[in-house]
Protein backbone atom coordinates (compact mmCIF):
# COMPACT_ATOMS: atom_id res chain seq x y z
CA UNK A 1 0.00 0.00 0.00
CA UNK A 2 1.58 3.56 -0.71
CA UNK A 3 1.39 5.41 2.42
CA UNK A 4 -0.35 9.23 2.08
CA UNK A 5 2.71 11.11 2.79
CA UNK A 6 4.59 9.47 -0.13
CA UNK A 7 1.96 10.84 -2.32
CA UNK A 8 2.14 14.18 -0.89
CA UNK A 9 5.47 14.71 -0.13
CA UNK A 10 6.31 13.69 -3.89
CA UNK A 11 7.36 16.93 -6.08
CA UNK A 12 4.38 17.48 -8.65
CA UNK A 13 3.60 19.33 -11.16
CA UNK A 14 -0.31 20.16 -12.17
CA UNK A 15 -0.67 20.28 -15.87
CA UNK A 16 -4.79 20.24 -16.36
CA UNK A 17 -6.75 22.62 -13.98
CA UNK A 18 -8.91 24.96 -15.28
CA UNK A 19 -8.74 28.13 -12.29
CA UNK A 20 -12.77 28.44 -13.20
CA UNK A 21 -13.30 24.82 -11.83
CA UNK A 22 -11.35 25.16 -8.83
CA UNK A 23 -14.50 27.77 -7.37
CA UNK A 24 -14.92 26.10 -4.26
CA UNK A 25 -19.15 25.96 -3.32
CA UNK A 26 -17.83 28.36 -0.16
CA UNK A 27 -16.23 31.16 -2.72
CA UNK A 28 -19.00 30.90 -4.85
CA UNK A 29 -21.14 32.60 -2.30
CA UNK A 30 -19.16 34.81 -0.59
CA UNK A 31 -18.61 36.19 -4.48
CA UNK A 32 -22.11 36.34 -4.93
CA UNK A 33 -22.71 38.33 -2.02
CA UNK A 34 -20.22 40.71 -2.72
CA UNK A 35 -20.83 41.30 -5.65
CA UNK A 36 -24.44 41.06 -5.22
CA UNK A 37 -25.03 38.41 -8.09
CA UNK A 38 -28.01 36.04 -7.43
CA UNK A 39 -26.99 32.31 -7.91
CA UNK A 40 -29.59 29.52 -8.54
CA UNK A 41 -28.89 28.03 -4.96
CA UNK A 42 -29.79 28.22 -1.48
CA UNK A 43 -27.01 26.99 0.33
CA UNK A 44 -23.51 24.71 -0.34
CA UNK A 45 -25.16 21.63 0.26
CA UNK A 46 -27.75 23.16 -2.27
CA UNK A 47 -24.74 23.53 -4.82
CA UNK A 48 -22.92 20.05 -3.99
CA UNK A 49 -26.57 18.07 -4.86
CA UNK A 50 -26.47 19.70 -8.08
CA UNK A 51 -23.13 17.97 -8.87
CA UNK A 52 -24.06 15.12 -10.23
CA UNK A 53 -23.12 14.69 -14.03
CA UNK A 54 -24.14 12.17 -16.71
CA UNK A 55 -21.84 13.67 -19.09
CA UNK A 56 -19.77 16.57 -19.94
CA UNK A 57 -22.50 18.90 -21.03
CA UNK A 58 -24.57 18.28 -17.64
CA UNK A 59 -21.01 19.66 -16.17
CA UNK A 60 -20.42 22.47 -18.41
CA UNK A 61 -24.01 23.81 -17.99
CA UNK A 62 -23.20 24.39 -13.93
CA UNK A 63 -19.88 25.78 -14.37
CA UNK A 64 -20.35 28.29 -17.05
CA UNK A 65 -23.36 29.59 -14.45
CA UNK A 66 -20.97 29.40 -11.23
CA UNK A 67 -18.47 31.04 -12.92
CA UNK A 68 -20.83 34.32 -13.08
CA UNK A 69 -19.86 35.75 -9.85
CA UNK A 70 -16.68 36.32 -11.22
CA UNK A 71 -16.77 40.08 -11.65
CA UNK A 72 -13.48 41.84 -10.76
CA UNK A 73 -9.41 41.18 -10.47
CA UNK A 74 -10.19 41.24 -7.03
CA UNK A 75 -12.30 37.83 -7.42
CA UNK A 76 -9.76 36.42 -10.00
CA UNK A 77 -7.06 36.61 -7.38
CA UNK A 78 -8.96 35.10 -4.43
CA UNK A 79 -9.85 32.39 -6.85
CA UNK A 80 -6.34 31.73 -7.97
CA UNK A 81 -4.62 32.35 -4.67
CA UNK A 82 -6.94 29.38 -3.12
CA UNK A 83 -6.15 26.92 -5.83
CA UNK A 84 -2.70 27.66 -5.19
CA UNK A 85 -2.73 27.40 -1.53
CA UNK A 86 -4.17 23.84 -2.18
CA UNK A 87 -2.25 22.59 -4.74
CA UNK A 88 0.72 23.78 -2.61
CA UNK A 89 -0.01 21.87 0.58
CA UNK A 90 -0.53 18.60 -1.87
CA UNK A 91 2.97 19.04 -3.09
CA UNK A 92 2.66 20.65 -6.30
CA UNK A 93 5.77 22.76 -7.00
CA UNK A 94 4.10 24.08 -10.46
CA UNK A 95 1.37 24.11 -12.00
CA UNK A 96 0.64 25.13 -16.01
CA UNK A 97 -3.54 26.63 -15.18
CA UNK A 98 -6.27 27.31 -18.32
CA UNK A 99 -8.32 30.13 -17.86
CA UNK A 100 -11.19 30.51 -20.41
CA UNK A 101 -11.40 34.53 -21.33
CA UNK A 102 -14.71 34.31 -23.70
CA UNK A 103 -16.52 32.74 -20.58
CA UNK A 104 -15.73 36.34 -18.78
CA UNK A 105 -15.61 38.51 -21.67
CA UNK A 106 -19.21 37.22 -22.73
CA UNK A 107 -20.38 38.44 -19.73
CA UNK A 108 -18.76 41.63 -20.37
CA UNK A 109 -15.69 41.36 -17.74
CA UNK A 110 -12.65 42.75 -19.91
CA UNK A 111 -10.02 40.63 -20.81
CA UNK A 112 -7.78 42.68 -18.81
CA UNK A 113 -9.59 42.46 -15.69
CA UNK A 114 -9.00 38.36 -15.88
CA UNK A 115 -5.29 38.84 -16.26
CA UNK A 116 -4.63 41.03 -13.89
CA UNK A 117 -5.97 39.29 -11.34
CA UNK A 118 -4.60 36.20 -12.16
CA UNK A 119 -1.54 37.50 -12.69
CA UNK A 120 -1.41 39.42 -9.03
CA UNK A 121 -2.82 35.69 -7.84
CA UNK A 122 0.33 34.04 -9.46
CA UNK A 123 2.78 36.72 -8.02
CA UNK A 124 1.59 36.54 -4.43
CA UNK A 125 1.32 32.59 -4.33
CA UNK A 126 5.21 32.64 -5.70
CA UNK A 127 6.42 34.71 -2.95
CA UNK A 128 4.07 32.50 -0.28
CA UNK A 129 4.58 29.19 -1.60
CA UNK A 130 7.21 29.10 -3.61
CA UNK A 131 4.69 27.31 -6.38
CA UNK A 132 5.53 28.36 -10.20
CA UNK A 133 2.81 28.67 -12.54
CA UNK A 134 1.99 29.14 -16.43
CA UNK A 135 -0.96 30.53 -18.08
CA UNK A 136 -2.66 28.30 -20.52
CA UNK A 137 -5.35 30.29 -22.63
CA UNK A 138 -8.42 28.33 -23.57
CA UNK A 139 -10.94 28.93 -26.43
CA UNK A 140 -14.11 27.50 -25.92
CA UNK A 141 -14.57 25.17 -29.23
CA UNK A 142 -18.67 25.50 -28.83
CA UNK A 143 -17.85 28.92 -30.19
CA UNK A 144 -16.62 30.02 -33.46
CA UNK A 145 -13.04 30.66 -34.67
CA UNK A 146 -13.99 34.21 -35.39
CA UNK A 147 -14.06 34.53 -31.54
CA UNK A 148 -11.05 32.24 -30.66
CA UNK A 149 -9.58 34.85 -33.28
CA UNK A 150 -10.79 37.88 -30.63
CA UNK A 151 -9.40 36.44 -28.29
CA UNK A 152 -6.19 36.10 -29.36
CA UNK A 153 -5.94 39.42 -30.24
CA UNK A 154 -7.18 40.76 -26.90
CA UNK A 155 -4.66 38.22 -25.51
CA UNK A 156 -1.84 40.18 -27.53
CA UNK A 157 0.03 42.62 -25.01
CA UNK A 158 -0.47 39.81 -22.45
CA UNK A 159 1.69 37.25 -24.56
CA UNK A 160 4.82 37.84 -22.19
CA UNK A 161 2.87 36.42 -19.63
CA UNK A 162 0.67 33.59 -21.42
CA UNK A 163 2.64 30.27 -22.30
CA UNK A 164 0.25 28.44 -24.75
CA UNK A 165 -3.48 28.22 -26.07
CA UNK A 166 -5.64 25.48 -25.24
CA UNK A 167 -9.25 23.99 -26.68
CA UNK A 168 -11.89 23.43 -23.96
CA UNK A 169 -15.68 23.04 -23.48
CA UNK A 170 -17.96 20.89 -25.62
CA UNK A 171 -16.03 17.92 -27.55
CA UNK A 172 -18.87 16.50 -29.55
CA UNK A 173 -19.07 18.23 -33.30
CA UNK A 174 -16.70 20.47 -32.79
CA UNK A 175 -13.31 18.86 -34.03
CA UNK A 176 -9.73 20.57 -33.32
CA UNK A 177 -10.05 21.27 -37.37
CA UNK A 178 -12.55 23.87 -36.47
CA UNK A 179 -9.66 25.54 -34.84
CA UNK A 180 -6.63 25.03 -36.95
CA UNK A 181 -6.28 28.87 -38.13
CA UNK A 182 -6.46 29.98 -34.89
CA UNK A 183 -3.68 27.59 -33.79
CA UNK A 184 -1.40 28.41 -36.08
CA UNK A 185 -1.63 31.54 -35.56
CA UNK A 186 -1.13 31.21 -31.85
CA UNK A 187 2.02 29.43 -32.50
CA UNK A 188 3.39 31.94 -34.90
CA UNK A 189 3.24 34.12 -31.96
CA UNK A 190 5.30 32.04 -30.01
CA UNK A 191 2.29 30.22 -27.76
CA UNK A 192 2.47 26.69 -27.05
CA UNK A 193 -0.34 24.52 -28.32
CA UNK A 194 -2.55 21.65 -25.71
CA UNK A 195 -6.10 20.39 -26.51
CA UNK A 196 -8.85 18.60 -24.65
CA UNK A 197 -9.44 15.73 -27.07
CA UNK A 198 -10.40 11.98 -26.90
CA UNK A 199 -12.54 12.77 -23.54
CA UNK A 200 -16.07 12.00 -25.34
CA UNK A 201 -15.04 12.50 -28.45
CA UNK A 202 -13.06 9.72 -31.14
CA UNK A 203 -9.74 8.86 -32.09
CA UNK A 204 -10.09 10.86 -35.14
CA UNK A 205 -9.64 14.16 -32.58
CA UNK A 206 -6.85 13.14 -31.32
CA UNK A 207 -5.22 12.86 -35.07
CA UNK A 208 -6.74 15.92 -35.80
CA UNK A 209 -5.15 17.44 -32.45
CA UNK A 210 -2.16 16.48 -33.48
CA UNK A 211 -1.68 17.08 -37.37
CA UNK A 212 -4.13 20.51 -37.12
CA UNK A 213 -3.52 22.01 -34.04
CA UNK A 214 0.18 20.78 -33.77
CA UNK A 215 -0.06 20.09 -30.16
CA UNK A 216 2.91 19.94 -27.57
CA UNK A 217 0.50 17.81 -25.07
CA UNK A 218 -2.72 16.31 -24.97
CA UNK A 219 -5.72 16.76 -22.52
CA UNK A 220 -7.40 13.78 -21.06
CA UNK A 221 -6.38 11.26 -24.87
CA UNK A 222 -8.32 8.78 -23.11
CA UNK A 223 -10.61 7.45 -26.18
CA UNK A 224 -6.98 7.80 -28.41
CA UNK A 225 -6.56 3.71 -26.68
CA UNK A 226 -9.58 2.56 -29.28
CA UNK A 227 -6.86 2.68 -32.04
CA UNK A 228 -3.40 1.06 -31.60
CA UNK A 229 -1.68 2.84 -34.61
CA UNK A 230 -2.66 6.28 -32.98
CA UNK A 231 -1.22 4.84 -29.22
CA UNK A 232 1.76 3.60 -30.81
CA UNK A 233 2.14 7.01 -32.20
CA UNK A 234 1.25 9.22 -29.20
CA UNK A 235 4.57 6.68 -27.35
CA UNK A 236 6.38 7.03 -30.15
CA UNK A 237 5.81 11.00 -29.90
CA UNK A 238 6.72 10.80 -26.61
CA UNK A 239 3.20 12.90 -25.77
CA UNK A 240 2.14 13.53 -22.39
CA UNK A 241 -1.52 12.77 -21.41
CA UNK A 242 -2.96 14.97 -19.01
CA UNK A 243 -5.05 12.33 -17.73
CA UNK A 244 -7.75 13.41 -14.97
CA UNK A 245 -9.48 10.45 -13.30
CA UNK A 246 -11.95 11.77 -10.71
CA UNK A 247 -13.48 14.17 -13.60
CA UNK A 248 -13.30 10.77 -15.90
CA UNK A 249 -15.58 9.49 -12.96
CA UNK A 250 -17.78 12.57 -12.34
CA UNK A 251 -18.83 12.76 -16.52
CA UNK A 252 -18.96 9.36 -16.55
CA UNK A 253 -15.92 8.99 -18.96
CA UNK A 254 -15.44 5.61 -16.86
CA UNK A 255 -18.18 3.96 -15.30
CA UNK A 256 -15.88 2.93 -12.23
CA UNK A 257 -12.54 3.54 -11.41
CA UNK A 258 -11.54 0.02 -11.45
CA UNK A 259 -11.70 0.63 -15.87
CA UNK A 260 -9.74 3.58 -15.56
CA UNK A 261 -7.40 2.97 -18.45
CA UNK A 262 -4.31 4.87 -16.66
CA UNK A 263 -3.30 1.26 -16.10
CA UNK A 264 -3.84 0.34 -19.67
CA UNK A 265 -1.42 4.07 -20.71
CA UNK A 266 1.46 3.18 -18.72
CA UNK A 267 1.73 -0.10 -20.20
CA UNK A 268 1.78 1.15 -23.60
CA UNK A 269 4.55 3.31 -22.75
CA UNK A 270 2.18 6.49 -22.50
CA UNK A 271 3.40 9.68 -21.11
CA UNK A 272 1.15 9.95 -18.25
CA UNK A 273 0.50 12.70 -15.50
CA UNK A 274 -2.21 12.77 -13.11
CA UNK A 275 -4.26 15.76 -12.63
CA UNK A 276 -7.96 17.21 -11.15
CA UNK A 277 -9.51 19.03 -14.33
CA UNK A 278 -12.11 20.80 -12.49
CA UNK A 279 -11.24 20.27 -8.55
CA UNK A 280 -14.23 22.03 -7.04
CA UNK A 281 -16.29 20.43 -9.09
CA UNK A 282 -15.83 16.57 -9.23
CA UNK A 283 -15.18 15.71 -5.29
CA UNK A 284 -10.75 16.72 -5.40
CA UNK A 285 -7.61 18.07 -5.67
CA UNK A 286 -4.78 16.16 -7.54
CA UNK A 287 -3.77 14.40 -4.27
CA UNK A 288 -7.27 13.17 -4.13
CA UNK A 289 -6.85 11.89 -7.81
CA UNK A 290 -3.63 9.96 -7.04
CA UNK A 291 -5.19 8.53 -3.74
CA UNK A 292 -8.38 7.43 -5.55
CA UNK A 293 -5.94 5.44 -7.93
CA UNK A 294 -4.02 3.83 -5.48
CA UNK A 295 -7.67 2.43 -3.79
CA UNK A 296 -8.73 1.25 -6.81
CA UNK A 297 -5.52 -0.75 -7.23
CA UNK A 298 -4.20 1.02 -10.56
CA UNK A 299 -1.02 2.29 -9.83
CA UNK A 300 1.86 1.63 -7.78
CA UNK A 301 4.28 3.39 -5.94
CA UNK A 302 6.88 3.34 -8.86
CA UNK A 303 3.85 4.10 -10.98
CA UNK A 304 3.48 7.49 -9.11
CA UNK A 305 7.03 7.89 -9.39
CA UNK A 306 7.00 7.66 -12.85
CA UNK A 307 3.60 9.98 -13.02
CA UNK A 308 4.81 12.56 -10.94
CA UNK A 309 8.72 12.79 -13.20
CA UNK A 310 6.05 12.76 -16.23
CA UNK A 311 4.51 16.15 -14.85
CA UNK A 312 7.84 17.77 -15.09
CA UNK A 313 9.17 16.14 -18.60
CA UNK A 314 5.72 17.26 -20.12
CA UNK A 315 5.56 20.65 -18.48
CA UNK A 316 6.41 24.17 -20.21
CA UNK A 317 8.96 24.89 -18.20
CA UNK A 318 13.03 25.98 -19.10
CA UNK A 319 14.97 23.80 -19.36
CA UNK A 320 17.11 25.12 -16.62
CA UNK A 321 14.49 25.47 -14.12
CA UNK A 322 13.23 21.72 -15.14
CA UNK A 323 16.40 20.63 -14.26
CA UNK A 324 16.45 21.83 -10.68
CA UNK A 325 12.78 19.99 -9.88
CA UNK A 326 13.15 16.45 -11.52
C1 LIG B 1 -13.65 20.89 -18.85
CL1 LIG B 1 -13.48 18.35 -18.01
C2 LIG B 1 -13.60 19.56 -19.21
N1 LIG B 1 -13.68 19.20 -20.50
C3 LIG B 1 -13.82 20.14 -21.42
N2 LIG B 1 -13.89 21.44 -21.14
C4 LIG B 1 -13.80 21.81 -19.86
N3 LIG B 1 -13.83 23.02 -19.29
C5 LIG B 1 -13.73 22.86 -17.98
N4 LIG B 1 -13.62 21.56 -17.69
ZN1 LIG C 1 -10.23 19.86 -18.69
Given at each position: ???????TN???????????????PE?????????R???P?????D??????F????D????????????????????L?????????A??????????D???????????????E????????????????V???????R?L???S?????????????H??????????????????????A???????????H??????????????????????????R???D???T????????????????N????V??????H??NR??????????????????????????R???????V?????I???R??????F????????Q?
Open positions: MVHDTFIIPKAELHLHIEGSLELMFRLAKRNISIFQSVEVKKAYNNNLQFLDIYYAGASVLQTAEDFHDATAYFARAADGVTHTEIFFPQTHTARGIPFDVVMGLLSGIAEAKAQHGISLLIMCFLHDEDAFATLKSAEKWIPISGVGLDSSELGHPPSKFARVFAAGSAGLMRVAAGEEGPPSYVVEALDLLNINRLDHGNALEAALARLAREAMTLTVCPLSLKLCVDNLNNPVMLDAGLRVTINSDDPAYFGGYINDNFALVAAGKSREDITLANSFLGSLKDEYLATI
